[in-house]
């Protein structure tokens, strides 16, 4: 018994997506990539409103570093609030 074997009965339930009609160059990928790794960057910037910034210990100290982050910014939230907005 194979799985496919199993799913197939409920295929007609799952979402289908077609395919791409065009190919996309690699310049367009890049340049999605960079508006979106600045927009991260600036995101890691821009203080929450309402959060005192205390000089108490940080345990996300050396992910903050690797993550280019600030203690107290919207990515303190994570991706969330861009997922949701």
Not at 28 to 54: D, H, M, R
Not at 61 to 75: D, E, F, P, Q
Request: with cysteine.
């Amino acid at each position: 018994v194979r799985f496919l074997g199993l799913v197939r009965p409920f295929m007609f339930m799952l979402p289908e997506v077609s395919a791409a009609t065009k190919k996309v160059p690699v310049k367009e990928k890049v340049l999605w990539t960079a508006i979106t790794l600045f927009v991260y960057l600036v995101c890691c910037q821009i203080p929450l409103y309402g959060i005192s910034n205390t000089k108490s210990s940080d345990p996300f100290y050396w992910m903050r570093v690797i993550l280019a982050s600030n203690k107290g910014t919207l990515m303190e939230l994570g991706i969330s609030p861009i997922v949701t907005s």
